[in-house]
């Protein structure tokens, strides 16, 4: 039945603009790559200058992180206001698609001439992503009648996500090699294998020599082709979801709600959400600390590892991007590890071995791989994907099983929010590190220490008042009012007093009440008793 429903209407188009958004994903590592190569080479004494102030090439895209990171961190309430309190959602997707469609052609022209119109093309792509993706999620409550199906298409369209990154990476880097960018690339690629105390010791021939030149021309081969995979292949899709799919939508809210004008109303309605976690909901405030120090490190892990991997391994931009390809691969089981361990130990636990398992990460990477064993990071990239795979949702479960019910809206906002107010502040520890000569390991290290702070916290603060808080919130169950929705067809809540025995009196005061949900053909689709004192407390 569920496949009937994802057959038609903005469920199929929710789903598969996941699948387009992947593509856009993995231009992004490819961009990400050639934009390395190309700074390396127009780079004087390792310098970039910008308006007279110089920095370290190998800086570049951490530097990058952290400007696009801040930008979105204040645009995001107020895109979230619009979003919100206005009818402009459709217009917010499909723009945001345009435009992230536009910087996927305009990068198509990176090289050495074009490079910083490239750099700036760049922020506003990460803003266009962000300002379509919350467009996207803002439907997503509106699909389906019933729970289960929205859940099953959050996950559905997950998996296209991830599917159109694995295709994507390896179609790409086959197309390289068929085109003969790999064979240009290097001159010997042998290696040779050394046993050292029975185990297998991969290093690279000491003959080997890879071409400045060679190199650069084979990076932007497949950033070439990865545009124009987004372009062609993304674009198209983003089309036909947005033209023919997915529909205009009133607002969420009423554009007064907040007060105040559109600018400001995203930031007052962040402040009154978090006036709610008072009494017993205090943990949430706790919580979403976590969120912000785990997801900034998450977010920035893969764009400090691309840039670690190529100064520091010296790895060819096939080997990087194959390592981040196997890193998308294994985020599937990754998932399905997650959900395993938390039906074994609860959503919090599960957190808590996550957040050490990327800390662990981090710091063994960091510790044990080095040029001459570069090839562990191919085993470290199953070990990330697992990762991801894992900190991602979990965090989500422990969030909603703590928050008070009837302001999901509120709460998937403050949470968003909370993920990414501080995704600038990674990538800008590593910068400085670079910057001062430090060893570029030190730089992973800083990274794992935010996971290993957030872990701190969820196991010193969090833990010991869970239970409690969990308890609370399962007492507000009962304001949660799933969405009646399907389509474009509306409901709208009568709260209805129960005349219990003819008499009238139960109508003036007391007595119990009926919440009905009625949709726009004017059938009562639903009745919820509730007692006088819950229809005041909801």
């Avoid at 050495?112 to 919350?134: D, K």
């Avoid at 369209?157 to 599917?163: D, E, G």
């Avoid at 194959?322 to 998308?328: D, K, L, T």
Wanted: include cysteine; hydrophobic fraction near 45%; proline fraction near 2%.
């Amino acid at each position: 039945m569920i496949f009937c429903k994802l057959s038609q209407g903005e469920g199929f188009g929710f789903a598969w603009d996941a699948f387009a958004r992947g593509t856009t994903l993995t231009a992004s590592l490819f961009m990400q790559i050639a934009l390395l190569e190309v700074a390396e080479n127009i780079a004087e004494d390792d310098e970039l200058k910008v308006w007279g102030a110089g920095f370290k090439a190998s800086s570049l895209l951490t530097i990058l992180m952290t400007v696009t990171g801040l930008v979105i961190a204040v645009l995001m309430p107020i895109v979230g206001a619009i979003v919100d309190s206005t009818s402009k959602r459709w217009a917010l997707g499909a723009g945001g698609a345009l435009g992230l469609t536009l910087c996927n052609a305009a990068y198509i022209t990176l090289s050495e001439t074009s490079f910083w119109f490239c750099v700036i093309v760049s922020i506003f792509g990460s803003f266009f992503f962000y300002l379509h993706f919350l467009a996207v999620m803002s439907y997503l409550p509106e699909l389906f009648e019933e729970e289960k199906d929205t859940n099953f298409i959050n996950y559905y369209s997950n998996v296209l996500l991830f599917t159109s990154q694995i295709i994507s990476i390896f179609g790409i880097i086959m197309l390289a090699a068929m085109m003969g960018y790999e064979e240009a690339c290097k001159i010997d690629n042998d290696v040779d294998e050394v046993a050292v105390e029975g185990a297998v010791n991969v290093t690279r021939n000491c003959t080997l020599e890879v071409h400045a030149e060679e190199e650069l021309n084979f990076a932007l081969g497949m950033h070439l082709i990865s545009q124009l995979w987004a372009v062609v292949v993304g674009g198209g899709i983003f089309a036909v979801v947005w033209l023919f799919y997915m529909e205009q939508r009133p607002a969420l809210h009423k554009e007064t709600e907040g007060g105040g004008m559109l600018i400001t109303r995203g930031y007052k309605k962040l402040a009154k959400t978090y006036a709610l976690f008072q009494g017993p909901f205090q943990p949430c405030r706790t919580f979403l600390i976590t969120v912000t120090l785990s997801e900034a490190a998450a977010v920035a892990f893969a764009t400090i590892a691309v840039t670690y991997m190529k100064e520091e391994l010296e790895m060819s931009p096939s080997e990087t991007s194959s390592v981040m390809g196997i890193a998308i691969v294994t985020a599937i089981p990754g998932s399905v590890l997650a959900a395993k361990i938390s039906q074994r130990c609860g959503f919090l636990n599960s957190q808590k071995y996550a957040l050490l398992f990327w800390t662990t990460c981090c710091m063994t990477f960091s510790a044990i791989v080095r040029k001459e064993n570069y090839s562990v990071s191919y085993y470290f990239g199953v070990l990330w994907g697992i990762g991801f795979g894992w900190i991602y949702p979990i965090q989500r479960n422990v969030w909603y099983s703590i928050v008070p019910a009837g302001y999901e809206s509120e709460m998937t906002g403050v949470y968003l929010f909370a993920g990414n107010v501080i995704t600038w502040l990674p990538p800008l520890v590593y910068s400085v590190l670079n910057q001062a000569d430090a060893p570029m390991r030190y730089g992973v290290v800083a990274n794992g220490l935010f996971f290993f702070t957030a872990f701190l916290i969820v196991h010193f603060s969090l833990q010991k008042n869970y239970d409690k808080v969990v308890e609370e919130s399962t007492k507000t169950r009962h304001r949660r009012v799933m969405s009646q929705t399907s389509g474009l067809v509306k409901s709208r809540l009568q709260v209805v007093p129960i005349d219990n025995d003819g008499d009238g009196d139960d109508v003036e005061g007391g007595g119990e009440k009926l919440l009905v949900v009625e949709n726009t053909s004017g059938s009562m689709d639903s009745l919820v008793k509730f007692g006088s004192s819950d229809i005041q407390e909801g």
